[in-house]
């Protein structure tokens, strides 16, 4: 399988760059495209039609391919993979029964390959600002397909909007969807990880009062004011005004500990001023245990880039393609460290790449299982054996 990433600002940019990437010969069939609210993705959809190109695609909360990182452009991946290997399903979400749709998908993805690997996308935010339940949708594909299915991907973003992020294919687009990429494992190799590299900050802490995404008290103290005092910004707990999801420069997640002995990054996004109660991203339970993080450094891109180069020296052979998921608070905290992460990662694999920002990530951690992710880094290799 040959790939090759393409990138532009306009839909004339990407056609123009389509072209030059076919001049060697080279016949794509599949696009992967990451593409911002901002463009207009069904005048990108229809020139990569014009050459017959089947599209996997979401909308970005920026985007980025081979050393060059973009906010508000488009980043497509290219290759020319058999199209008996891959299949591209799109199952609606209907009156938000995430779990229904899940099932319905893994049905499909069961009746196309025996051994089906895949990748997976789904709007982040949907009807103005409702958040999309990856976690629900992770556990129930996992029940499903067993606790050995392999898959990674992001859920779409609409460049900080809160409003609505899409996915779509060269036939259909949606704002409430799940889209896969299903692959003949037997054919097509799936390597990656989902990784944060914080480092925990502190004692362990135990949620004492929640009640699903929101919690109330840490510690028998009331939650809000102790993020806050954590951040160094107490003084703010008393500004109606301030809003710590908009305000990512103030961002650190929660490492909390799963049932099962693994980490999770969970992050708040916002004080419910009523209550003064974290509303998080992922739900913690009452008894549920986590620490708070350390400030970012260096460290953290250089552990995602240690990873990866011990993944790769277990190859024996080299991948054809690399794609990014990371998530979209990663860069306000992180700064010029995401850029580092996925210039490290290109350099590393040293294969065509793509990738975007995104409102949640799927993979599997290090020796982990499968799960829904917050503030990770999630890249994945693909290799047609």
């Keep these: 399988m040959t790939a090759k990433s393409i990138k532009g600002k306009s839909t004339e940019e990407i056609k123009t760059a389509l072209q030059q990437s076919m001049t060697d010969g080279f016949k794509p069939t599949l696009a992967i495209v990451f593409i911002s609210v901002k463009q207009n993705r069904q005048s990108v959809v229809q020139e990569l039609q014009q050459y017959n190109i089947d599209v996997f695609g979401s909308t970005s909360c920026g985007e980025f391919i081979d050393n060059h990182q973009s906010d508000g452009e488009i980043a497509i991946l290219l290759t020319d ?3 008996e290997h891959y299949s591209i399903i799109l199952e609606e979400v209907e009156n938000k029964a995430v779990d229904k749709a899940a099932s319905l998908i893994a049905k499909k993805i069961q009746q196309h390959f025996k051994s089906p690997t ?7 935010v949907y009807a103005n600002g409702h958040y999309f339940d990856g976690d629900t949708l992770v556990k129930t594909l996992v029940r499903e397909l067993g606790d050995d299915c392999v898959f990674f991907g992001g859920m779409g973003g609409d460049d900080w909007g809160i409003q609505n992020s899409y996915v779509f294919t060269h036939q259909k687009e949606s704002g409430n969807a799940i889209l896969a990429l299903v692959f003949n494992g037997e054919k097509i190799s799936l390597q990656g990880m989902a990784i ?7 004692i362990i802490r135990k949620v004492t009062k929640s009640e699903g995404n929101k919690v109330y008290s840490i510690d028998n103290k009331p939650a809000a004011e102790m993020y806050l005092k954590y951040l160094g910004l107490s003084e703010k707990a008393e500004d109606e005004s301030f809003d710590i999801f908009k305000d990512l420069s103030v961002h650190f997640p929660f490492i909390a500990k799963r049932k099962d002995g693994e980490t999770v990054i969970k992050s708040p996004r916002s004080i419910e001023k009523e ?4 509303l998080m991203d992922i739900d913690m339970e009452e008894g549920s245990e986590f620490q708070f993080t350390t400030p970012p450094d260096f460290e953290i891109s250089e552990e995602i880039i240690s990873e990866a180069t011990a993944v790769k020296n277990t190859l024996e052979s080299q991948p054809d393609a690399l794609l990014i998921f990371s998530c ?3 860069p306000p905290v992180l700064g010029p460290l995401t850029t580092l992460e996925n210039e490290g990662l290109a350099k590393v694999w040293n294969v065509p790449m793509a990738g ?4 949640g990530e799927f993979g599997r951690t290090k020796n982990g299982k499968q799960h829904f992710h917050s503030s990770m880094c999630c890249w994945v290799t693909m290799k047609e054996l």
């Design 81 to 83: 993979m058999s199209r």
């Design 118 to 124: 895949f990748l997976l996308t789904c709007p982040g």
């Design 275 to 278: 209550t003064n109660a974290l």
């Design 196 to 202: 944060h590299g914080w480092k925990p900050l502190g």
């Design 328 to 330: 979209a608070g990663r």
């Design 356 to 359: 975007f920002y995104t409102y």
